[in-house]
C-alpha cells in the first residue's frame, strides 16, 4: 500500500512568509508524529497526533509554528514569519495507534524548507 | 536535548566487513528502536528490541539491548557498499505523561561501506 507521502518536497521561502507543509499518513494509522532534522541539531521531535488531539506541543520550538490534524488523516504544519533558523527538513511519520513508541513509525521522505 | 548519544559518530569499513555501532540512553525506556536514513531524507525502520529483550536478529542485523548500562549495539555483518547510510537509534518512553508516544532519536553513526 501507499507510504506516508509529504508536500512540497522541497520548499524556499524568504524570511518572514509562512508556509504549510503536508503529511498524509498511511491509512488507517491514528497516529502521526512530525519531527525536524538540522545540521548540529539533529532530529527533534516537534509534535504527535492521537487522532486529531495533539496531547504534546512541548516540542513546538516557538509559538510561530502550529500544526493540525484533520478527519484523522492529513496533518499540516504552519511555520509564521519564518525565519533562517527554521531551514531543516522536516519529517513526517506515522503508525498504526500511539502504543509508548512500541509501535514501529513509519516515515515520509521529508519536506526540505530553505528560508532565505 | 537528545536521549540518545551514538558512536562512533563516523565509520567506514571495507565491503565484507562487519560495523558495529553504539548507543546509550539517559533515561528508562520501555523500546529501543534503529533507524536507517538515505541521503539525509526519510527514515527506514530496522528493528524494535523492547527492553525485556537481550537481543535480536533480523537477516544480517543484529541487535543487543543493556538496560543495566543504558546502551545498545548494533551490528551488521557482512557489509555492502549499498549499507552505505546514517543509522540512528530511538527510544520510545513509558506510559503516562504526554510524551507518551514520542520518539528521541540519538544524533546517529554514518555508515560509509566501500566497495
Known amino acids: 500500500g501507499a507510504g506516508v507521502s509529504q508536500s512540497p518536497s522541497n520548499k524556499v521561502t524568504e524570511k518572514g512568509k509562512d508556509v504549510e507543509l503536508r503529511c498524509d499518513p498511511i491509512?488507517?494509522?491514528?497516529?502521526l508524529y512530525w519531527y525536524r532534522q538540522s545540521l548540529g541539531q539533529g532530529l527533534e521531535f516537534l509534535i504527535y497526533?492521537?487522532?486529531?488531539?495533539?496531547?504534546?506541543k512541548s516540542g513546538l520550538p516557538s509559538d510561530r509554528f502550529s500544526a493540525e490534524r484533520t478527519g484523522g488523516s492529513v496533518s499540516t504544519l504552519t511555520i509564521q514569519r519564518t525565519q533562517q533558523e527554521d531551514s531543516a527538513v522536516y519529517l513526517c511519520?506515522?503508525?498504526?495507534?500511539?502504543?509508548?513508541?512500541?509501535?514501529?513509525?513509519?516515515f515520509g521522505p521529508g519536506t526540505r524548507l530553505l528560508v532565505l | 536535548s537528545q536521549q540518545g548519544e551514538e558512536d562512533p559518530q563516523a565509520l567506514s569499513i571495507q565491503e565484507g566487513e562487519n560495523a558495529t555501532m553504539n548507543c546509550s540512553y539517559k533515561?528508562?525506556?520501555?523500546?529501543l528502536q534503529w533507524y536507517r536514513q538515505n541521503s539525509g531524507r526519510g527514515l527506514v525502520h530496522l528493528i524494535l528490541?523492547?527492553?525485556?529483550?537481550r537481543e535480536k536478529h533480523s537477516g544480517r542485523l543484529r541487535v543487543t539491548l543493556d538496560t543495566s548500562k543504558k546502551s545498545s549495539s548494533l551490528l551488521i555483518t557482512a557489509s555492502r557498499a549499498a549499507d552505505t547510510a546514517s543509522y540512528f537509534c530511538?527510544?520510545?518512553?513509558?506510559?503516562?505523561?504526554?510524551?507518551?508516544?514520542?520518539?528521541?532519536f540519538g544524533q546517529g553513526t554514518i555508515l560509509t561501506v566501500h566497495p
Open positions: 511519520a506515522s503508525s498504526p495507534r500511539l502504543a509508548g513508541g512500541q509501535e514501529t513509525q513509519y
Open positions: 491509512s488507517g494509522h491514528t497516529a
Open positions: 497526533f492521537q487522532g486529531n488531539s495533539a496531547p504534546d
Open positions: 533515561t528508562s525506556i520501555n523500546n
Open positions: 528490541i523492547r527492553s525485556n529483550e
Open positions: 530511538a527510544t520510545g518512553t513509558h506510559a503516562g505523561g504526554t510524551s507518551y508516544g514520542k520518539l528521541t
